[in-house]
């Protein structure tokens, strides 16, 4: 039986002893914790969560330029890239355990890590927001510095990019562009399922699904490279 969402006064101490910041708006901490799914709910975590995307990148790019002030940019993009992306915020999010605070519908809760992972990662980002709007910069940087910048000391290779090495490797023998089109929307509009197929002049299609456009987008990519032995199946799966 899953454990009782806290709330009130026992939700601040939680909360504060993982982000380190006591939250004197508990409105705004409650609302960075519900997701547009749940049931009665009368606001949700999407606009913290565009706040909060920026402010996660602004504090990254602060920290990695100050823990390696000697590497070029090239270098610090893609680990940056890495960083911010949604696969690290949702590893947060667990370590956090905010699958226990959320308000969100049974289902999306109920589905596990896998299908959890984006709204766990939205909810950190739109925890970030609410801890930069109730204490600050300051208080969003520490939040942000306990949990990145361990993460940062990890050797970060290159993150893949399936639809930028499909149009290089289309660029090398053709003035050919992959083009991109929705083939089917299926699911619930908390968590939808999009297919995408991605057409190039002389070379059959590829399909690929996702959880949103960009997704199936690049798994239709993935799909077209490791097809056309550009990219090994390890690596689409990835």
């Given at each position: 039986m899953?454990l009782?969402?806290?709330?009130g ?5 939680e909360?504060a002893?993982r982000?380190?910041h ?7 901490l409650?609302?960075?914790?519900t997701?547009s ?11 913290l969560?565009?706040l ?7 504090v990254?790019a ?11 940019e090239?270098e610090?993009?893609p680990?940056?890239?890495a960083l911010?992306?949604a ?6 999010g ?7 605070y959320m ?8 589905g596990?890590q896998?299908a959890g992972g ?18 600050g910069?300051?208080a969003?940087?520490a ?16 993150p893949a990019?399936p639809?930028g090495?499909?149009?290089?490797w289309?660029a090398?023998?053709s003035d050919a562009?992959?083009?991109y ?9 908390h ?10 002049a002389g070379?059959?299609p590829?399909?690929?699904a996702?959880s949103?456009?960009?997704?199936a987008?690049?798994?239709a ?5 490791v097809?056309?032995g ?9």
């Amino acid at each position: 039986m899953p454990l009782k969402r806290p709330t009130g006064a026992a939700l601040a101490s939680e909360i504060a002893s993982r982000t380190g910041h006591v939250f004197s708006n508990m409105r705004l901490l409650e609302t960075a914790l519900t997701h547009s799914s749940a049931v009665k709910a009368v606001s949700n975590n999407e606009r913290l969560e565009f706040l909060g995307d920026r402010v996660l990148g602004l504090v990254v790019a602060d920290m990695l330029l100050k823990q390696f002030p000697d590497a070029r940019e090239g270098e610090i993009a893609p680990r940056f890239n890495a960083l911010v992306d949604a696969r690290t915020c949702s590893r947060v999010g667990l370590e956090l355990e905010l699958d226990r605070y959320m308000r969100a519908d049974a289902a999306l809760k109920s589905g596990g890590q896998k299908a959890g992972g984006n709204y766990l990662a939205d909810a950190v980002e739109a925890l970030v927001a609410a801890v930069y709007l109730d204490g600050g910069i300051d208080a969003a940087r520490a939040f942000v510095l306990r949990y990145w910048q361990p993460l940062a000391l990890m050797v970060v290779g290159k993150p893949a990019n399936p639809k930028g090495e499909l149009q290089e490797w289309i660029a090398k023998s053709s003035d050919a562009r992959p083009t991109y089109a929705i083939e089917g929307r299926e699911g619930p509009d908390h968590q939808p399922v999009f297919t995408v197929s991605v057409q190039v002049a002389g070379f059959a299609p590829a399909q690929g699904a996702g959880s949103s456009r960009r997704a199936a987008e690049e798994a239709a990519a993935s799909a077209f490279l490791v097809r056309e032995g550009v990219w090994t199946a390890e690596r689409g799966a990835a």
